[in-house]
């Protein structure tokens, strides 16, 4: 079943439900005005309700009709309300972005700089140069300063290793 079909399905749907809707509310609406007058009267004239009960038969039909026409209309209502809430969201979403682009930005350099330079994250100093002390990018294998390795490999099984680390991180062997 496509789209167009199944909209087509929905709309025949909503109408009847919408029709019984009415009737419904109607024939409930009608039992207890009946009733409820009954009651009236026959307490002016002193005399026994005998219609009175049909308050109480009205009140289902009164919830079954709208319950009936509130499914019939719920998507134009859903519609309707839609396009009532997303302007205000969408403002709203806006002011939040405005509001907070600037410390999202901030924010995100400093991250970007405490990956970049890894003396800033708290425990690893594997970038600083061991000869002048300089900070150099991840990755790098010689200091952007004075041009002395930061690597060393391991004697043992060739893997490298940080400057200053004293065991290889590959085999757990001295590295001196």
Same mark, same amino acid.
Not at 34 to 58: K, M, Q
Not at 74 to 97: E, F, L, R, T
Not at 132 to 142: I, R, S, W, Y
């Given at each position: ?8 399905? %929905?709309?025949? &749907?909503?109408? /009847?439900?919408?029709?019984?809707? *009415?009737?419904? @509310? *109607?024939?409930?609406?009608?039992? +207890?005005? &009946? =009733?409820? #007058?009954?009651? *009236? ?12 009960? @049909?308050?109480? +038969? ?6 079954? =009709? =709208?319950?009936? &026409?509130?499914?019939?209309?719920? $998507? $134009? ?11 205000? #969201?969408?403002?709203?979403?806006? %002011?939040? *972005?405005? =509001? ?9 350099? $400093? ?33 952007? !300063?004075?041009?002395?390795?930061? &690597? $060393? /490999? ?10 200053? #680390? ?6 757990? !062997?001295?590295?001196?």
């Amino acid at each position: 079943m496509d789209d167009k079909e199944m909209e087509e399905k %929905y709309e025949r &749907t909503a109408k /009847k439900l919408r029709a019984l809707g *009415i009737i419904l @509310l *109607i024939v409930g609406i009608g039992c +207890v005005v &009946t =009733g409820t #007058a009954d009651l *009236i009267i026959s307490s002016s004239s002193w005399e026994e309700p005998t219609l009175f009960w @049909l308050s109480f +038969v009205g009140f289902p039909f009164i919830a079954g =009709g =709208g319950i009936c &026409t509130s499914f019939g209309f719920h $998507k $134009k209502v859903s519609g309707y309300m839609m396009s009532q809430q997303a302007p205000v #969201a969408k403002d709203y979403a806006n %002011y939040m *972005i405005d =509001g907070t682009s600037d410390s999202v930005s901030n924010m995100a350099g $400093k991250v970007a700089n405490s990956v970049n330079d890894s003396s800033k994250v708290e425990g690893v100093d594997a970038n600083t140069c061991s000869k002048c002390g300089t900070h150099n990018p991840l990755g790098a294998k010689f200091c952007s !300063k004075c041009g002395a390795a930061l &690597t $060393k /490999k391991c004697p043992y099984c060739g893997a490298e290793n940080d400057d200053g #680390a004293k065991y290889c991180n590959n085999c757990g !062997k001295s590295l001196f």
